[in-house]
């Protein structure tokens, strides 16, 4: 990601590799009356069996224990999030047991902005709205707020997030924070406008939330609010690691502003490092880079490069301010072994001793880590 040189440096490197070519994006197919077939683009496959509440709440309180704090909503479900400082902490957590969370975290202090959402009635109820608009492409509107040809199904008061990502482990992970729809899409194939339109328009809410997730796709998000039929909101997340950021503010209870006032302000507080390998020798923002180097990226700027990975991460971890991180997701890539990611965490164990750790099989291509450090 980042300028121009990075792009042309890096994007063709997955490919060379297996002596592969490029494939052209598939575009979205007209139907017999001429409109874009939209629902057949999505995909609403969401396991949620073992974790069937999404709770989200905020613990005021005094001299709070931040990292054990961490540990018990891991213990009571998935997916869990625990950021904040001694006097406050808020919670993400994937659980059955919704009582049992909140009966713990009353223990630690007062609660305030609870918020539990059944994620089983939620995939019933697009799954629904899919079913009973599947074959009648909604007409896209000319302009944001514009009313669309939706006969079999009303758009719920709800609001809808679709997000753009590579990898089915990526993709559950940001359904899993709260993501509606994800659009394949990533560094070297970025999906079209049609793309992103057809995500928006099969979903049932009457306003969406977009999340571009790629400098490149930034330019191509921004075209969609101005043809949907619906209020569509971009918040400018430049990586994943950023959308994930943003997501874990989104409450679907509160207006379509805030939620963009909030996730948009969200993405200052996350430092985005992408790990790939070069394949021709460079020299980017006063870095040179040898054929084959490992070579990280810290918020879009190549900061280092290398033969050695530990190496590499390390001095990209350093630059991020690894020592103050409270919270460290490493997504890794459809390329790296279970022992190689498990290097990287024994790594981030040495430097960052207090900061929670997790760790997704992201499955991404191009990428063999995006680690997000908050």
């Not at 994006?25 to 999505?42: F, I, K, M, S, W």
Request: proline share 6%; glycine share 10%; hydrophobic share 45%.
């Amino acid at each position: 990601m980042g300028g121009q040189g990075i792009v042309i440096l890096l994007a063709g490197a997955p490919f060379a590799w297996r002596g592969e070519t490029v494939e052209a994006v598939e575009t979205v197919a007209a139907a017999p009356n001429g409109r874009p077939d939209l629902q057949a683009h999505v995909a609403y496959d969401h396991d949620e069996e073992a974790r069937r509440y999404c709770t989200n709440f905020v613990v005021h309180g005094e001299g709070l224990d931040v990292e054990d704090a961490r540990c018990r909503p891991l213990a009571l479900g998935s997916s869990a999030v625990v950021v904040g400082e001694p006097d406050l902490l808020k919670v993400h957590v994937h659980t059955r047991e919704p009582g049992e969370v909140l009966s713990w975290a009353l223990g630690l202090g007062e609660l305030d902005q609870v918020r539990i959402d059944n994620t089983e009635i939620e995939t019933r109820r697009r799954a629904g709205a899919r079913e009973a608009t599947a074959g009648s492409g909604p007409e896209l509107g000319p302009s944001r707020g514009a009313t669309g040809s939706t006969p079999d199904a009303a758009p719920t008061a709800a609001i809808g997030v679709v997000s753009v990502a590579a990898g089915e482990g990526l993709a559950e992970a940001l359904r899993e924070l709260g993501t509606s729809t994800v659009v394949a899409g990533d560094q070297t194939t970025n999906p079209s406008v049609a793309d992103l339109l057809a995500a928006v328009e099969a979903l049932p809410d009457r306003a969406v939330i977009l999340l571009p997730n790629n400098p490149n796709i930034l330019v191509t998000a921004a075209r969609v609010p101005d043809l949907a039929s619906r209020s569509v909101a971009v918040v400018p997340s430049r990586s994943v690691p950023q959308g994930m950021a943003a997501l874990a503010t989104f409450s679907a209870a509160d207006p379509l502003e805030t939620n963009l006032a909030r996730m948009t302000e969200s993405l200052a507080v996350v430092r985005t490092i992408e790990v790939t390998r070069a394949i021709r020798d460079a020299e980017k923002d006063g870095v040179g880079v040898g054929e084959g180097d490992v070579v990280a990226l810290l918020d879009e700027r190549l900061v280092a490069a290398g033969p050695d990975e530990a190496d590499v991460v390390r001095r990209a971890l350093d630059l991020a301010g690894i020592g103050r991180a409270e919270l460290v997701t490493i997504v890794s890539g459809d390329e790296v072994t279970g022992d190689e990611a498990q290097a990287v965490v024994e790594l981030l164990a040495e430097l960052a001793p207090t900061a929670a750790v997790e760790l997704h099989r992201g499955n991404q291509p191009f990428y063999r880590f995006l680690t997000a450090v908050e």
